[in-house]
């Protein structure tokens, strides 16, 4: 793939220009190697040769994660002996789909994380505690590895966990970088008030946290970005939003104003529920068209995840666009009672209410054939005030309530936590 780490800094209409260039190579490929997207340009009468500009991709129909999990192998464009790495989507929305990666995808996911990191301010100077599975057919675990190791970042692999060996290999190893869910932190936190470890004069001074919102998409901290903060203000945090899918990430530089493009990697659009183009201010589905991938590239994929995005320059520096953080997931809308919620918006004022120690927040189809919300809270605090009290803070901040159910903060800890997960599970969708 062609690297061009400067194309970032240029202006909107030379990132355009270069990016029409890489668009026109993808479709290229994807037409003479991929058998989904060689059916998918004859069934609907495209001459490949016709995409030129990204304004063009308007021609194309979308790609879904339906496509991917009926027709996964023909997405795939080489011969499978030159396969090196294979993982799958996480199956938050359904069934995982394969992803297969060649040796040079291997060198893009390296190149984008590095990318990734230094757009964070890391350096070879920095060493990085990684508190994410490497294993589990996890690409993001490898990815963080890759890239740490492009960038010249030491790296110490504890993976995701067990508070006392983390804290024992920050003490050991100082690192100043960690990569982890950021509700992890706050156990991090938790263990070391617990056990005397003084971590506001600890190495770490950085985290790039995945999984988890760290701001609203209006820039202010969430409430548990707020709670952290709080704790450990010694702490940056950095947030960063990628796909298994996309294989590319969008990462907030020091400006916290966005997660920015690598316009190298990835075309992105955003889309409404009729595939049209939103205008910035308009929430829109992030949908990618990915450059330079050999494997499993994908055309005009649809995410899944609403977004705002910006296109004026940013006060670092670069012109790429740039993505708030994730509103919601467009399969995990809920409609209650007239109100449009999106899960994120509940754990905000869930991760607000002190004796709340965990949570899951489950949705369901009743017997009237509308959504419901079940909230199933772990709290040594089980008394009906303190159900009417959570009720009323949901109906104050987003107009209605769902039922409560108090469980144990261990259950709860169980629930979220299941053997086969490689995230933290806050939302059980039962429709």
């Known amino acids: 793939m062609l690297r061009n780490p400067h194309i970032q800094y240029q202006t909107a209409a030379e990132i355009k220009l270069f990016q029409e260039e890489q668009l026109r190579k993808t479709i290229s490929y994807v037409a003479e190697h991929s058998p989904f997207y060689r059916k998918m340009f004859a069934t609907n009468g495209i001459d490949p040769q016709s995409i030129r500009t990204i304004e063009d991709l308007q021609k194309l129909p979308v790609t879904t994660k339906a496509d991917l999990q009926a027709h996964n192998d023909d997405f ?45 301010g890391c350096t070879p100077d920095d060493v990085m505690q990684e508190m994410v599975t490497i294993d589990r057919r996890f690409m993001a675990g490898l990815a963080y590895f890759l890239g740490a190791r492009e960038l010249g970042m030491g790296v110490t692999r504890v993976g995701n966990g067990i508070p006392e060996l983390q804290w024992d290999t920050i003490q050991r190893i100082k690192p100043t970088l960690c990569m982890c869910v950021p509700s992890f932190l706050m156990k991090l936190i938790d263990f070391a008030e617990k056990n005397g470890i003084d971590y506001h004069h600890s190495s770490l001074r950085k985290c790039v946290c995945i999984g988890e919102a760290l701001r609203t998409p209006q820039g202010d901290l969430t409430t548990l970005g707020q709670k952290i903060h709080d704790k450990w203000p010694e702490l940056t945090l950095h947030g960063t939003y990628a796909s298994t899918e996309m294989q590319a990430s969008f990462t907030d530089c020091n400006a916290f104003s966005g997660g920015h493009l690598q316009p190298e990697l990835v075309i992105v659009e955003f889309l409404d529920e009729n595939n049209q183009i939103v205008p910035e201010g308009e929430a829109g589905e992030v949908t990618i068209t990915s450059l330079g991938v050999e494997g499993m590239p994908l055309v005009r994929f649809k995410t899944g995840d609403v977004v705002y995005h910006y296109t004026q320059p940013c006060s670092c520096g670069r012109n790429t666009i740039r993505l708030s953080s994730v509103i919601g997931r467009k399969g995990q809308m809920i409609k209650y009672k007239g109100t449009t919620l999106y899960p994120p918006a509940l754990f905000d004022i869930l991760d607000d209410i ?13 017997s009237l054939g509308t959504d419901d919300i079940k909230v199933r809270i772990g709290s040594d605090r089980t008394d009906e005030a303190f159900a009417k009290e959570i009720k009323d803070i949901f109906r104050s901040k987003v107009r209605v309530a769902p039922q409560i159910s108090f469980e144990s903060p261990e259950y709860i800890a169980q629930m979220q936590h299941p053997a086969m997960s490689r995230k933290p599970v806050k939302f059980v969708d039962l429709r």
């Not at 297969?100 to 990318?115: F, K, P, S, V």
């Not at 002190?354 to 009743?366: A, C, F, L, M, Q």
């Open 76 to 120: 795939l464009c080489v011969n499978k002996r030159d396969v090196i790495d294979i993982v799958t989507t996480s199956g938050t929305m359904g069934n995982p789909v394969v992803f297969m990666l060649t040796e040079g995808d291997l060198d893009r996911l390296a190149y984008n994380e590095h990318l990734s990191f230094s757009t964070a």
């Open 354 to 366: 002190p004796s709340v120690k965990g949570y899951i927040v489950e949705v369901y189809t009743n």
